[in-house]
């Protein structure tokens, strides 16, 4: 797939939002387009919690800094949740509790702690591999990548309206009022809250569309 740029992305949301300039227009935008950057990282974090990107490391013991008798190696940037660890012997090693190492100084295993990846019970290998779901990278200018999957366009831009609407809910003197409206016997609130929960539910139901086909691997 070819690669795709925020500036090609981008407008699948002004036309979303009505915030297109047409050419020769002297008008502004709407919407500061720092602020959809934002909205739309928000959205990738969202994403990421549920359709992460599958990712992994090799580690080697250079890169052990701990100077203690475990292995003590910094976490990615990225990095959301492990999968899994594979040793050189294609051992795969189970997760532990940090508090494991206290009660049960034998048991072998890995734990994550303070942005670490920990090897407990004595396990120190020329090197092993850690596969992990990472968070999406941010967009930060127009010729940043998108990673997310064409699939979730949609589902980002969606969540980007919905962070729209919540501002312009935030910024109207009337949202923490009761507007006169009758509806099923009790006072509707704030008319942007109902278009705010659908945007947040289509975007849960385009995610939900798309399920882990390998949810499995890290059981």
């Known amino acids: 797939m070819a690669v795709r740029r925020w500036k090609e992305v981008e407008p699948i949301i002004t036309a979303l939002l009505k915030d297109e300039i047409p050419a020769g227009s002297e008008r502004t935008r709407r919407y500061d387009p720092d602020d959809l950057r934002t909205w739309w990282n928000n959205g990738q974090v969202r994403l990421s919690t549920m359709k992460p990107l599958h990712k992994h ?15 003590q190696v910094a976490l990615p940037e990225d990095f959301y949740r492990p999968r899994l660890v594979v040793l050189p012997d294609k051992q795969q ?22 942005e670490k990846l920990l090897l407990l019970g004595g396990v120190k290998p020329p090197h092993w591999l850690m596969a ?30 919905m962070q729209a609407i919540t ?33 947040e539910e289509r975007f849960n139901a385009i995610v939900a569309m798309h399920s882990d086909d390998d949810q499995d691997f890290r059981q």
């Open 167 to 199: 501002r312009e809910m935030a910024a109207d003197a009337r949202y923490r009022k009761f507007i006169g409206k009758q509806d099923a016997g009790n006072p509707q609130q704030s008319p942007f809250l109902p278009v705010a929960k659908w945007l």
């Open 93 to 114: 090693l189970p997760r532990l509790a940090i508090e494991e190492k206290y009660y049960n100084p034998q048991a072998q295993g890995y734990a994550i702690y303070e």
């Open 57 to 71: 490391l090799v580690y080697t013991a250079d890169d052990n800094k701990s100077g203690t008798e475990e292995v």
């Open 132 to 161: 992990y779901d990472a968070y999406y990278p941010a967009i930060k200018s127009g010729d940043s990548r998108v990673e997310i999957p064409v699939w979730a366009d949609e589902a980002c831009a969606l969540y980007v309206a």
